[in-house]
């Protein structure tokens, strides 16, 4: 496990976010791209040493660190490398809806990217979440790129109960209480389970996941909290167990509820 000093890294490339993916990669430019639509900064212009110093004061490495040790060993999950950068600060969403934070996993790598208004407990409770899914997808025979939606639906569930149960519902994603009880089931009636087979390659996935229009807002990732619930009500597995439970035990047929 490395949580990989990108405070010093910041300081060295000038701030730059391309020379601060070519640390990781060759194909730098390819990644900063792709970091972007998840959250990372654009432009030098929008990170400051105020970010790195807030971050510092606080130890946010050091805690980082601790916290995949302590998970690893929960969870039994992979050694990983952990990148901490800085948010998208232009992102009107990103400050509206996730409170200027957000982070992508990968089965080897997570990525985090913070505010300097970010508390603790807020980086702890993404990093959860994201280390979450790294361990969902070590234990998972299936690969990333076999997943359908169903599959992706429970692996974003399955991460937010976690941070609900460890951190508490003010540290949940917004996305877990768009709709009532009654409106994530006929989300799922009518979007989720006619769709539950679409490839993780095909754009329809990603449609209904995000709700793009004409899909409800975060469609799949609210019906996905909805279904870890209520199969953690029916059957009260201990983390582990609900961390290995295989997607297919987790769905409803939508007649029957």
């Given amino acids: 496990m490395t949580v990989h000093p990108t405070d010093q890294?910041?300081?060295?490339?000038?701030?730059?976010?391309?020379?601060?993916?070519?640390k990781i990669t060759k194909e730098a430019k390819e990644l900063h791209h792709h970091l972007t639509l998840h959250g990372m900064y654009r432009h030098p212009t929008q990170v400051s040493?105020?970010?790195?110093?807030?971050?510092?004061?606080?130890?946010?490495?050091?805690?980082?660190?601790?916290?995949?040790?302590k998970l690893q060993k929960q969870w039994d999950g992979p050694n990983i490398s952990i990148y901490i950068?800085?948010?998208?600060?232009?992102?009107?969403?990103l400050k509206q809806q996730h409170h200027g934070k957000a982070g992508i996993a990968f089965q080897k790598k997570i990525f985090l990217f913070v505010s300097e208004s970010n508390s603790m407990k807020e980086i702890l409770a993404l990093f959860t979440h994201e280390y979450h899914h790294v361990c969902r997808l070590w234990h998972d025979k299936k690969q990333v790129e076999e997943y359908v939606l169903s599959d992706t639906i429970i692996l974003e569930g399955l991460a937010e109960y976690v941070v609900r149960k460890k951190f508490g519902p003010s540290y949940a994603s917004s996305w877990s209480s768009y709709y009532s009880i009654e409106e994530t089931k006929e989300i799922y009636r009518n979007y989720i389970y006619p769709h539950k087979n679409v490839a993780i390659t095909e754009p329809k996935h990603q449609h209904i996941l995000y709700g793009f229009p004409p899909y409800p807002k975060m469609a799949g990732y609210a019906v996905g909290y909805h279904l870890v619930q209520q199969y953690q009500k029916q059957h009260q597995k201990n983390p582990i167990e609900l961390l290995k439970t295989p997607t297919k035990l987790m769905l409803i047929d939508p007649d029957k509820t």
Avoid: G, M, Y
């Fill in 49 to 69: 040493r105020d970010w790195i110093t807030h971050l510092r004061e606080r130890e946010i490495w050091k805690w980082i660190s601790q916290a995949e040790k």
């Fill in 9 to 22: 890294w910041l300081i060295e490339t000038n701030f730059h976010p391309v020379l601060l993916c070519k």
């Fill in 85 to 93: 950068f800085p948010a998208d600060s232009t992102n009107r969403e």
